[in-house]
């Protein structure tokens, strides 16, 4: 199975409940950033141009166990910044198995490999690789020589060790599809349990040539995913049918919450306006009906996943979409 027995029975119990208790906006998954200091200056990053005046601050462990408290959603991704940096990392993440949540860890993977012994042996723990593309494309993105060698000696020691592994990779205008096809095909030869993929979106300060308009992202997707090529995507098949055109979602940004040392970013993970002290706050306070396409220019081009695969989980109607998430579920 593409997912755990586990999560989808949790993730399916939890989505019952909220509808039982009569809520409309609920979080789904909480993208938890402990720090934003990372160990390199990829050229697609808002992080470093939103947060620079204040990339030494850090959430203390307290912090980020009072977060997951707070918003409640089943699945936590600890993102950043590079989260093999802050220094409780490993106590925060054996918290999480203790709570029984879901926990992704996204890393550029330089330092993977020496952390695998401090890691949780859980279930619950997925290990998210970032690749967005062959040694010399992922190096160039991300402005350093030799990662991309370091990130498949990480997959390939992490999956010897038995941990669950996926990539995330980011498209972007100048990604070349047939390189994608052939990283994803080694990706699957060496074991990775699955791939993450979404077009980047366009952060203020970054080089908007390298984005795509959504007319350009859905002929990318439509290339790189209708194929008929049989790679084990975790984005699921409904998002990625939203990519190539072929469905239109409207985008849930609380679902997706992001907690960072700056408070709860609002409205969404792509988009600051501001930061709330508290997730209640963000909830309440936020002008979620101001945000989306045709109501914010920013939001014009977004397709990213953090906001429509919930969207996907919320909207899944008919038994025919059901089907298609079930099918794709356990092959």
């Excluded at 490999?113 to 993105?141: F, N, Q, Y």
């Excluded at 060790?161 to 990283?183: A, M």
């Excluded at 984005?211 to 995507?233: D, H, P, W």
Aim: hydrophobic share 35%; with cysteine.
């Amino acid at each position: 199975m593409r997912f755990p027995l586990a999560l989808s029975f949790d993730l399916t119990r939890y989505l019952i409940k909220m509808r039982l208790q009569g809520k409309d906006k609920f979080p789904l998954v909480l993208m938890l950033e402990p720090t934003h200091q990372c160990n390199l200056a990829c050229k697609g990053c808002g992080r470093i141009q939103e947060y620079r005046d204040t990339l030494g601050q850090s959430l203390t462990l307290e912090e980020c166990l009072g977060a997951v408290e707070e918003c409640g959603a089943p699945v936590v991704t600890i993102t950043g910044g590079e989260p093999l940096i802050y220094p409780p990392v490993f106590e925060l993440l054996q918290e999480l198995v203790n709570r029984g949540k879901h926990i992704y860890l996204c890393s550029n993977a330089i330092l993977m490999e020496k952390s695998l012994p401090r890691l949780p042996r859980s279930d619950h723990l997925t290990l998210s690789l970032h690749v967005d593309g062959l040694a010399p494309t992922h190096d160039r993105i991300l402005g350093r020589p030799g990662v991309f060698n370091l990130a498949i000696k990480a997959i390939k020691a992490a999956k010897a060790q038995g941990f669950r592994v996926c990539t995330n990779t980011t498209i972007y205008q100048e990604t070349d599809p047939q390189e994608i096809e052939i990283l994803f095909s080694y990706l699957g030869h060496i074991g990775v349990d699955g791939l993450l993929v979404s077009p980047a979106y366009s952060f203020a300060g970054v080089n908007d040539e390298l984005f795509m308009s959504r007319e350009e992202i859905k002929a990318k997707f439509t290339y790189l995913t209708g194929n008929g090529l049989n790679f084990k995507f975790f984005s699921t098949p409904l998002y990625l049918s939203f990519l190539r055109g072929e469905r239109d979602y409207e985008c849930t940004p609380w679902a997706s919450p992001t907690r960072n040392p700056m408070g709860w970013r609002s409205p969404c993970y792509e988009i600051v306006d501001t930061h709330y002290p508290t997730f209640a706050e963000m909830m309440a306070q936020t002008r979620w009906e101001n945000y989306g396409v045709g109501r914010d220019p920013r939001c014009a081009q977004c397709m990213m996943h953090s906001g429509f695969e919930p969207t996907v989980v919320r909207e899944m109607g008919g038994l025919a979409d059901i089907w298609t998430m079930l099918r794709w579920n356990i092959t």
